[in-house]
């Protein structure tokens, strides 16, 4: 059987969740054919220990940024704090930042200044961003678009959440989408939406240690799982699983840059 070879754009492994067996989770991936995980700052220090866990693992990169539950006490010199760690050559995007009305854990206006900033920050250092939205997908929308139209800029709407109308709008903007494990739960919505997203457009993730897809909902979720979301994907679409994971670790390289041999060695 050929190893189905697959990239989760999406972890927090620097998450307490994961302090008991770090490394095994990381293994475990490898293992099971993840041949690549790309941990995501929340604020600071996540993203800090981020870049750290890339620094010693091969095959792990990190993006930088503030979730918007975090921005309320950030200043410009936090973003130039970031800026400067995105230097590093293991950091592939910014993120996850972005504007959640969800829960509201930060105020609204603050969030939106923080975003823009990030965008900025995105756009003028040309790395693709990683976009966190809840309950805001058209206020997400136009804010993108205003950046978009002062030059080049990439990215992906993380954890998928909007209808078709607002997919067709993240497409129309070049983005990228990708769906986490709630895909798999009865009675969601998902996969009606699913079925309007491109191959071509689609990323996997988990967000580890959330969302879990079916049957381990509730319990923690770590990278191992990816293979779950990605056959409930194949299903959907009704193509082969071997092509959605063809096809999405295509699409993680090209969009964060990330070693083509990622895909070249073995099989
Ligand atoms: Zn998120
Ligand atoms: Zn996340």
Redesign the pocket.
Do not use: A, L, T
């Given at each position: 059987m050929p190893r189905l070879l697959a990239v989760d754009t999406?972890?927090?492994l620097d998450f307490e969740a994961f302090d008991p067996d770090r490394e095994e989770v990381i293994l475990r991936a490898r293992e099971n054919g993840i041949v690549g995980l790309l941990n995501?700052g929340?604020d600071l220090r996540s993203s800090e220990a981020g870049i750290r866990l890339a620094e010693s693992h091969e095959g792990v990169w990190a993006a930088v940024g503030v979730?918007p539950h975090d921005v309320a006490e950030i200043t410009t010199a936090h973003v130039e704090a970031l800026g400067e760690a995105a230097k590093h050559p293991k950091v592939v995007a910014i993120g996850?930042v972005g504007l959640d009305f969800y829960r509201d854990l930060s105020p609204r206006e603050k969030q939106r200044e923080a975003f823009a900033w990030f965008l900025e920050l995105a756009r003028e250092r040309q790395l693709p961003v990683?976009i966190?939205t809840r309950a805001a997908h058209k206020e997400t929308l136009e804010m993108v678009r205003r950046e978009s139209e002062k030059g080049l800029l990439r990215g992906v709407f993380?954890?998928f959440s909007g209808d078709r109308e607002v997919a067709e709008e993240v497409l129309g903007l070049g983005f990228h989408i990708s769906f986490c494990g709630n895909l798999t739960y009865k009675n969601s919505r998902l996969a009606e939406v699913l079925r309007f997203v491109p191959l071509e457009r689609l990323l996997l993730?988990t967000?580890s240690p959330?969302l879990p897809p079916e049957p381990h909902r509730g319990k923690r979720n770590e990278p191992v799982y990816l293979h779950l979301t990605a056959r409930k994907i194949a299903e959907v679409k009704a193509v082969p699983l071997s092509e959605v994971l063809a096809r999405t670790t295509q699409n993680a390289i090209e969009l964060f840059g990330l070693p083509p041999s990622l895909i070249g060695e073995g099989d």
């Open positions: 999406h972890v927090h995501v929340i979730h996850e990683i966190h993380h954890c993730e967000d959330f």
